[in-house]
């Protein structure tokens, strides 16, 4: 068996030991590769492998990759830092924008769903760390951010995401994981129009265990699937 496929199946076990553990099945937690920096030859392997979704975080890397059918079998979602201007080339290719993190992104991205005729599915990033480094919205902003972000044609709202800070050796980012469910379960109870709390996306190589005991359903993991990558 290759890498990508010992890896994936190593992983799924671990995925479905932390569900169990956390009173859900292995069927309920959504396995997102991140497959920057990996060619299609690689995606397509990991695709077969049995990851649930591919997920990219450049779109320049994304189309080169599409154009090669790379994504073929999986659903693919954007995961990457976006900007306004690129939205163009994401409609219709992508089941999921992970990382909406402003009304005007949100907006822009309403605005071509709808000239496109689709319904565009998106979570919302948030900063729960606080870094000035990082995108997404401060928690304390995310309930005017909703207020406005429900009212946009386009849109469909299905759950949030982080990335929070790099693991320190006190394993802290338990208490974020903590935070964005306690998040994510106070908005499901409320009503909003085009808002479904969906997914909860954390949890990476070093701590998707932690993120899915922690109330993930959506893990997002490139090096535990493919190695390191070489950055160049
Ligand atoms: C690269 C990336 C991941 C996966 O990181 P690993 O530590 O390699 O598992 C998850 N989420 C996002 C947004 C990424 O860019």
């Given amino acids: 068996m290759s890498e990508i496929f010992e890896n994936v199946k190593t992983i799924r076990a671990r995925i479905a030991d932390a569900a169990e553990k956390s009173g859900r099945r292995a069927e309920d937690i959504v396995l997102v590769a991140a497959t920057k920096m990996n060619d299609a030859d690689r995606v397509r392997e990991a695709i077969a492998a049995g990851i649930d979704v591919s997920g990219e975080n450049r779109v320049q890397e994304l189309l080169d990759k599409y154009e090669q059918n790379a994504y073929d079998g999986a659903p693919l979602h954007f995961i990457g830092n976006l900007q306004t201007n690129k939205v163009k080339y994401l409609i219709g290719k992508v089941a999921l924008i992970q990382s909406v993190d402003s009304i005007k992104l949100a907006r822009e991205i309403g605005r071509l769903a709808v000239k496109a005729g689709i319904v565009q599915d998106i979570l919302i990033e948030i900063n729960i760390g606080g870094e000035e480094s990082k995108g997404g919205i401060p928690p304390h902003e995310l309930d ?62 070093d701590d998707y265990y932690d993120a899915i005991l922690h109330g993930a359903n959506m893990v997002r993991v490139g090096t535990g699937i493919f190695g390191r990558r070489n950055y160049v």
């Fill in 144 to 205: 005017a951010f909703i207020e406005e972000v429900s009212k946009i044609e386009g849109i469909f709202v299905r759950g949030l995401m982080t990335i929070p800070p790099i693991l320190g050796a006190d394993n802290k980012n338990i208490a974020y994981f903590e935070k964005m469910h306690k998040l994510f379960i106070d908005i499901s109870t409320k009503k909003y129009d085009n808002i479904i709390m969906d997914f909860l996306s954390m949890g990476m190589s």
